[in-house]
């Protein structure tokens, strides 16, 4: 085994003469250092050795180990430097620019998205990113919406030369997270969603959702509610009371739409509210058993529940913005009072 060390120690050096950036240089760490490196190989191959043999072998061993960490980190230190020179030498500072200058921000709606991500994460869910430009059987037919449905007509979107669609929400994302992963799981899809449709003051052709999904055996209605409650009353920082309306979505069932109360009248009914006292924010319900086999679920086994709403709309409600066209409008007046 000692003659084995040796010819690993002058390999590694060998090795690092030969490295010019730290991408190889941590390549040459995992590879010595790593779970599956030469280093456990060789601590794995003890298991044969005497007792005697063993103290011996493992004091060299680690000799060997600390000598590959320490001329690793030697060599990082270096390279850090090197390239801060190199950066030194490209850059320079024009001492006669102005030092006072406006200085940007993050956009409202990355702050809400983050923010969003951070509230999920929390809770324990995992967060999911897909494709912009989709497939129309993610899109629609795999959510229980096949070509005569009628549902088509309401998610009109972009169709693009290639055969692909711009994607009209972010479900396909949660149709390939149920395909990729086993339950139970719960994860959101944050992102930008699509619909070919008139501009005004509260539509966009692009806006942002957040759909999330939940299964796991015995998932019911109730930790629908509880979920969805959390969410408003995180985004408002205050207890809101919500309510769920049956309503119809072809990929759950039941399906219903969320109701929250109007924060600017609290219940009482106003102009914002149409004087009901409720605002209307996102669809909801249990996933449709076909939805949940086109997924790799037996519904026999697993129920879940899945929910999704535009990110605009709830920072249009919590800070009473009256047009959803200020968010890409880049009016810097609007944008610098977040």
Same mark, same amino acid.
């Given at each position: 085994m000692k003659k084995r060390i040796e010819e690993l120690r002058s390999e590694f050096h060998k090795r690092l003469e030969?490295?010019?950036?730290?991408r190889a240089l941590n390549d040459l760490r995992v590879a010595y250092l790593g779970k599956k490196g030469e280093v456990s190989a060789l601590l794995k191959g003890m298991k044969d050795l005497s007792n005697e043999a063993k103290k011996e072998a493992g004091a060299i061993i680690n000799t060997l180990k600390k000598d590959?960490?320490?001329?690793?980190?030697?060599?990082?230190? @270096? =390279?850090? *430097?090197?390239?801060?020179?190199?950066?030194?030498?490209?850059?320079?500072?024009?001492i006669t620019w102005p030092e006072k200058t406006s200085v940007g921000s993050i956009h409202l709606l990355e702050t809400a998205m983050r923010n969003l991500e951070r509230l999920f994460t929390s809770m324990g869910f995992d967060v999911l990113n897909g494709p912009e430009m989709e497939d129309e059987e993610y899109n629609f037919t795999l959510l229980n919406i096949p070509d005569d449905h009628p549902a088509r007509d309401t998610q009109d979107t972009f169709w693009l030369s290639n055969g692909k669609l711009l994607r009209t929400h972010t479900s396909p994302v949660q149709l390939?997270?149920?395909l990729?992963?086993?339950?139970?799981?719960?994860?959101?899809?944050?992102g930008r969603t699509y619909r070919n449709e008139a501009i005004d003051a509260t539509h966009e052709h692009s806006f942002h959702q957040l759909e999330g999904m939940v299964v796991d055996k015995n998932i019911t209605v109730a930790?629908?509610?509880? @979920? =969805?409650? *959390?969410i408003i009353s995180y985004i408002f920082e205050n207890d809101v009371e919500v309510r769920l309306r049956p309503s119809y979505f072809?990929?759950?069932?039941?399906?219903?739409e969320m109701d929250f109360q109007c924060q600017i009248c609290h219940g009482k009914g106003c102009k914002v509210c149409k004087k009901t006292g409720w605002v209307e924010y996102l669809g909801c319900g249990m996933i449709h058993p076909n939805v949940l086999r086109n997924g790799g679920i037996d519904p026999d086994v697993y129920s879940g529940f899945a929910f999704g709403g535009g990110v605009e709309r709830l920072i249009m409600m919590k800070y009473s913005?009256?047009?959803?066209?200020?968010?890409?409008?880049?009016?810097?007046?609007f944008l610098s009072q977040f």
């Open positions: 030969e490295i010019s950036d730290k590959v960490e320490s001329a690793i980190k030697s060599y990082f230190i @270096t =390279l850090e *430097q090197e390239e801060l020179y190199e950066r030194l030498q490209k850059e320079w500072y024009d390939r997270g149920m990729e992963h086993k339950p139970p799981f719960k994860f959101v899809a944050p930790n629908l509610i509880f @979920t =969805l409650k *959390q072809p990929f759950v069932e039941p399906g219903f913005i009256d047009d959803i066209r200020h968010f890409t409008a880049g009016d810097i007046r």
